[in-house]
């Protein structure tokens, strides 16, 4: 393998090396979700504080039931009642029972809850003063959910790195927090660089194409967690790069540009880079995504991807998701990979790791897992990125596929941890 043509692992490894998490900062415990929270969540009381009724029904001491049945029906007497709001404030003694609603505090005394529908109200509305008939008996806990059942007072209900779920998200409400800390948003300055590139509201002359990769990248950052922002294009001009690039890194915790990023004429960005910051890497053993730039800039990350609008999609996927995710704080791991087997014979030549955009698909009959190509991998094409859900991975030093070999695809679809 040429000499500064680094594996993609390789690449991931510098890369991270330089990547921090961005700052905790409080949110609204709802906008959370999907985080991993920067810090253990303790509750501050028991959850819940009190043992409460899992039904509508009847608080009883089950002793008191013991021995009724449909032949030898026990009949009690209701002295109050517990609904949202009204507590019970007596104790329930012997022959007596409380009218109860789910979630209410258990009263003093009693032992059991009888759900509604199995009392006979005998006298009376079913309220205080009225006579109740049980013809079954009750044991000690029937339908009463303990106190604390869920976490004590001073308990971590949900620990430092842990993504919330929406019901994550109820549960730290539940422990006192109308807060959660998380990791900012990691800000991403995004820059297309190509004196041929027009905004995509433009009508391009000949020889104009238009800006994709900044709403491609831009997008995917988003997908990431990321909050992107756009500092426009730069002409293939050193100095209007540099401004560009300047600006982005003075408000932004990670600058990528797309374009210019060979050794073209005039590709001026990783020359800019090396004199004014440092070169990481400029080569990784991939295809497509030959040409990527990472160093550090003014103090920041800063990657420069190729301009190939498929090329820098699978060149953010491999090192700008990677970054942001550690940046908000999850573990750092690859999307999940699936095992298929592959539709049809691949080609494969060079040395270098290829990441093939293909669609895997269950065999509705078979179950089996099939992985099928797009019809091209020139790296120019976005819509067989659009269609595609995997990028099939092909060693190093693989010559090629056959068709019904078992390959291995990486899930674009899927998030990071999935079990599958
Ligand atoms: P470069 O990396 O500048 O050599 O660009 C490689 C190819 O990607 C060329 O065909 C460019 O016109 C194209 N390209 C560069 N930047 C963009 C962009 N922002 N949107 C769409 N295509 C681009
Ligand atoms: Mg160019």
């Not at 961005?22 to 501050?44: C, F, H, Y």
């Not at 009381?45 to 089950?62: E, Q």
């Not at 294009?233 to 300047?246: T, Y």
Request: with cysteine.
């Amino acid at each position: 393998m040429p000499e500064n043509m680094l594996p993609l692992e390789d690449a991931q490894a510098i890369l991270l090396s330089h990547i921090e998490p961005t700052p905790v900062i409080e949110v609204p415990v709802w906008r959370a979700q999907g985080l991993p929270v920067a810090r253990d969540i303790v509750t501050d009381i028991d959850l819940s504080p009190f043992a409460n009724s899992a039904m509508d029904g009847y608080a009883v001491r089950a002793a008191d039931l013991a021995r009724a049945s449909a032949d030898q029906p026990v009949t009690l007497t209701v002295v109050g009642h517990e609904a949202a709001g009204h507590v019970f404030a007596g104790a329930v003694e012997a022959g007596q029972a409380v009218r109860i609603m789910t979630g209410a505090p258990v009263p003093a005394g009693a032992d059991a809850v009888v759900k509604y529908e199995i009392v006979t109200v005998s006298g009376g509305d079913g309220n205080e003063g009225s006579q109740v008939t049980f013809t079954e008996p009750a044991r000690v806990g029937d339908n009463i959910r303990e106190a604390g059942l869920e976490a004590r007072a001073g308990e971590v209900v949900v620990h430092a790195g842990e993504v919330l779920t929406p019901a994550g998200c109820g549960l730290v409400a539940s422990a006192g927090a109308a807060t959660a800390p998380v990791h900012t948003a990691p800000r991403i300055g995004v820059i297309s660089l190509g004196t041929e590139l027009v905004a995509p509201g433009d009508l391009p002359d000949r020889g104009q194409i238009r800006d994709s990769n900044s709403s491609a990248l831009m997008a995917s950052a988003v997908a990431a967690g990321a909050e992107p922002e756009f500092f426009g294009i730069a002409a293939d001009d050193a100095d209007e790069i540099e401004g560009l690039i300047r600006r982005a890194a003075a408000s932004c915790d990670f600058v990528i540009t797309s374009g210019g990023a060979s050794a073209g004429d005039y590709d001026f960005v990783t020359g800019l880079i090396e004199r004014e910051g440092e070169v990481l890497f400029d080569r990784i053993a991939m295809k497509p995504g030959k040409a990527i730039t990472f160093g550090i800039f003014a103090g920041k990350p800063f990657l420069g991807l190729s301009g190939n609008p498929a090329a820098a999609v699978v060149g953010f996927e491999m090192l700008a998701r990677p970054a942001i995710r550690k940046m908000l704080g999850h573990p750092v791991l690859p999307r999940p990979r699936q095992t298929a087997r592959i539709a049809h014979d691949v080609r494969k030549r060079g040395p270098r790791r290829f990441y093939n955009r293909a669609r895997v698909e269950r065999d509705a009959a078979t179950g089996e897992l099939t992985v099928t190509e797009a019809r091209s991998q020139n790296s120019a094409l976005l819509s067989t990125m659009q269609a595609a859900n995997c990028l099939l991975e092909i060693a190093e030093d693989s010559k090629g596929l056959k068709a019904g070999d078992e390959v291995s695809c990486l899930r674009l679809d899927i998030d990071e941890g999935t079990v599958l």
